[in-house]
């Protein structure tokens, strides 16, 4: 976990920048990008793929990913930093694929070793949901747009989660990547929103390269396309997302009865 603190009220998020471990220069430009668009607060997204998928060796060692680094924005983004009065904040984040029982494993070695700020799982069974939403600490739950839902989400399950402080998230670029993704995003989100009313809803980029990436307040206007009502339009980039931050911190701060930060004139690191 980071020593970042927990970011004012007001920020707008991008909380799923993909990271590219094998191109730290595409990594860092769409950070870039995010500043650039008026993000404040990003979280680089480490994506570790069900052991169904790995080979039998590789389930053996159970390796989990080292968290990205420290990004180092170039000088235009340091310049419009400055130049607006704003800070940046970088935060670590895994997302765990769950196509069996076996990825729960993942799960619980992640938690052990504490060395994500931000825990995220992509479930593709009804069990495996129902698991993330009642059981697992977690705080995101990924909703793909690249298939027809799986599972159906259920008012009681999803509820459970929104008690838990678990958040959704969605992530918009795969629309503007494929008409069948835009379509299958639109209806899987809907699905969900029937359930949980808009509330605790992420939208993220999960953006593979930097001209996938829009600004937030595009984004925020999405949130039309799902049914959700005008007034929870914003905080799928601002409120939601820093509920999720918050989440993060209370599972290392048992309930979080208290929690103490120092505060730096300088916040960010760039």
């Given at each position: 976990?980071?020593?970042?603190?927990?970011?004012?009220?007001?920020?707008?998020?991008?909380?799923?920048?993909?990271?590219?471990?094998?191109?730290?220069?595409e990594t860092t430009s769409k950070a870039n990008m995010a500043v650039r668009l008026g993000y404040e607060v990003v979280a680089i997204n480490q994506n570790v793929s069900s052991v169904a998928k790995e080979t039998k060796a590789k389930r053996m060692k159970l390796m989990l990913p080292e968290p990205p680094p420290l990004l180092h924005l170039d000088a235009e983004s340091k310049s419009y930093l400055k130049i607006n009065k704003k800070n940046f904040q970088?935060?670590?984040?895994?997302?765990?694929?769950?196509?069996?029982?076996?990825?729960?494993?993942?799960?619980?070695?992640?938690?052990?070793?504490?060395?994500?700020?931000i825990i995220a799982v992509l479930p593709r069974t009804d069990r495996l949901f129902h698991s993330a939403c009642t059981e697992l600490h977690i705080d995101i739950i990924c909703i793909d747009g690249?298939?027809?839902l799986p599972y159906l989400p259920k008012?009681?399950?999803?509820?459970?989660?929104?008690?838990?402080?678990?958040?959704?998230?969605?992530?918009?670029?795969?629309?503007?990547?494929?008409?069948?993704?835009?379509?299958?995003?639109?209806?899987?989100?809907?699905?969900?929103?029937?359930?949980?009313?808009?509330?605790?809803?992420i939208l993220s980029s999960g953006a593979l390269h930097q001209m996938e990436m829009r600004g937030p307040y595009d984004v925020a206007n999405l949130s039309t396309l799902f049914g959700i009502k005008e007034n929870l339009h914003i905080h799928c980039v601002s409120n939601n997302c820093r509920s999720a931050i918050v989440h993060s911190f209370t599972r290392k701060t048992a309930k979080c009865a208290v929690y103490v930060q120092q505060l730096n004139e300088t916040i960010a690191t760039i």
């Open positions: 976990m980071s020593s970042i603190p927990i970011p004012p009220h007001g920020k707008l998020y991008d909380l799923n920048i993909q990271y590219e471990s094998n191109c730290l220069m970088q935060y670590s984040r895994i997302t765990i694929e769950l196509c069996e029982l076996g990825d729960l494993h993942k799960v619980r070695d992640v938690l052990s070793t504490g060395l994500y700020d690249s298939e027809k008012h009681a399950t999803v509820q459970a989660a929104i008690s838990r402080g678990i958040n959704f998230e969605v992530c918009y670029a795969p629309m503007i990547r494929d008409t069948t993704m835009r379509r299958l995003t639109i209806n899987n989100v809907q699905r969900l929103v029937e359930s949980s009313k808009g509330k605790n809803l």
